[in-house]
């Protein structure tokens, strides 16, 4: 054994005792850190002949990289939408690794913790028993799993197996929806299906959920059979699409119904919002992430979907015997991208056992309610205007300007927001207008943040505000 693994080896304790410490005081400072910074590292290190050891490691990494780090996971990060780290989910992230079992490994207890997961959050969740969960690297990855079973259903109507004979063997096929994420292009180039056959439904005017008349119309003017991807939670405005019609339609209409609840499902958790999510119980797959509202250490998300054998035949490892028999024996490794993995279930087990559906109930609702007082303030606020209703945790707004200034002046503004380290928040265009987001998903977010971030944002906002109305 080389030398430095042999002293480190001796000093374990140590060294886990240093992550420790560097954790704890990064922890108990996140509220005064910066929330966002303007990051550059200009100088590479490179890779040293004889290793450093762990201790000196640790202490080139506060060097080279310690005044970089942002509260990304702290209670006034508000861009895109980020979760943070609850205590138990960080104790459980750090046994992941201490352990590295392999989640699909079935004589390890990481398999075991996986399936009891999935249950746990069937019941957060309200799902029923008949889907498959399984977890992936978060939900991007989540939406290209559930399009991959998407895909093989849809050849298998035409008689085809596009796991076997590839996509050339179907040709054409369209993912409809209405305001989708990002990630479901992303997935529709990664499988074959490629981008340009995403298929636009029109949304109601003021909406981001898609008009169910026009889909219809749609599905009536068009052979299919089609993939209908569902948005439970914009980005921007977090609409939801119609589930529970969605659902009607497909007994109508031969479609396969993907819902991408990111983090819109977590509206679940909350006797006063699942009815946002009333019928996806009856969706072929669903995407959720954990990294985001459940508040885990990346990379976490799951893919619920009522058709394991479809997925099998997707995900399958045929042929390799040493991973058993795919027909007759489950494994994770079968229905999911990954084959390797780690027990990325374990920090989601952690937090929802030390919080229970209380916990959940109650930080989802907080944050709900505080993403509504933000609403509330910026409304009241003649320098700004909402462009949307607070729906549930994203504050969606821009900058009372003449329309020709806007996008100048809103980027100015937001530029100076994050440069005031505060809060950080994200750009985004909404309705054509040039515009500003804030996504509350955060366990530490109270309302002395609330109080906190609006007060800089007006103080800002009066001054960019002024300068553009009276240059
Ligand atoms: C965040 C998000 C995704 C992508 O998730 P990643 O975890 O970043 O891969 C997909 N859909 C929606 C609605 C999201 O909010």
Redesign the pocket.
């Known amino acids: 054994m080389d030398l430095k693994l042999q002293d480190d080896l001796k000093h374990t304790d140590q060294l886990l005792q240093l992550t420790k410490d560097f954790s704890s005081k990064f922890l108990s400072s996140i509220d005064k850190l910066a929330a966002d910074k303007q990051v550059t590292i200009n100088n590479r290190l490179s890779l040293p002949d004889k290793g450093l050891g762990g201790a000196a490691t640790l202490e080139m990494f506060r060097q080279q990289y310690g005044n970089s780090i942002t509260a990304a996971a702290g209670p006034r990060y508000w861009g ?2 980020t979760g943070g780290v609850t205590p138990a989910s960080l104790m459980g992230d750090w046994l992941t690794a201490a352990m590295d079992l392999n989640s699909s490994d079935k004589s390890s207890a990481a398999f075991y913790v996986e399936t009891e997961t999935i249950a746990l959050l069937k019941e957060l969740f309200g799902l029923p028993e008949a889907f498959l969960g399984c977890f992936t690297t ?4 989540s ?1 290209f799993t559930g399009l991959a079973v998407a895909r093989q259903w849809l050849g298998q109507q035409l008689g085809i197996d596009v796991a076997a004979d590839g996509l050339g063997a179907l040709g054409t096929l369209k993912v409809l929806s209405g305001t989708p ?1 990002s ?1 479901i292009s992303k997935a529709m180039s990664m499988l074959g299906i490629g981008r340009n056959n995403l298929v636009r439904i029109a949304v109601p005017e003021c909406r981001e959920s898609v008009d169910i008349a026009a889909l219809e119309t749609y599905l009536q003017e068009n052979n299919g059979p089609f993939i209908y991807v569902a ?1 439970a ?3 921007n405005t977090v609409d939801f699409d119609d589930i529970a019609a969605l659902v009607k339609l497909r007994d109508k209409y031969n479609f396969w119904l993907h819902v ?1 609840a ?3 499902g977590f509206a679940a958790c909350s006797d006063q919002w699942k009815h946002l999510l009333n019928g996806w119980e009856q969706a072929d797959s669903i ?1 959720i ?1 954990a ?2 509202w459940l508040n885990v250490p990346y990379d976490a ?1 799951m893919i619920f979907c009522r058709h394991p054998q479809l997925q099998s035949m997707v995900f399958q490892n045929a042929g390799a015997a040493y991973l058993g028999d795919p027909s007759t024996q489950f494994n994770f490794i079968n229905y999911i991208p990954e084959n390797s993995r780690r027990n990325r279930a374990l920090p989601a087990w952690f937090t929802l056992m030390a919080y229970g559906k209380e916990g959940y109930r109650s930080l989802v609702e907080n944050n709900i309610t505080l993403a509504k007082q933000l609403g509330s303030l910026l409304e009241e606020d003649a320098n700004f205007v909402l462009l949307s209703p607070v729906r549930l945790c994203v504050v969606c707004f821009t900058l009372n300007v003449a329309v020709a200034d806007e996008a100048e002046a809103v980027t100015e503004y937001l530029d100076l927001l994050n440069a005031s380290g505060v809060v950080c928040m994200t750009a985004t265009s909404y309705d054509g207008r040039q515009a500003i987001r804030a996504a509350l998903v955060n366990w530490r977010t109270s309302e002395k943040d609330v109080t906190m971030v609006y007060h800089t944002m007006s103080t800002l906002a009066e001054k960019i505000v002024n300068k553009y109305t009276y240059a």
């Open positions: 895109f939408v978060g939900a991007t990855m939406n994420h990630s948005n939670g914009t980005v991408d990111a983090f819109g995407t992430d990294h985001k998300a």
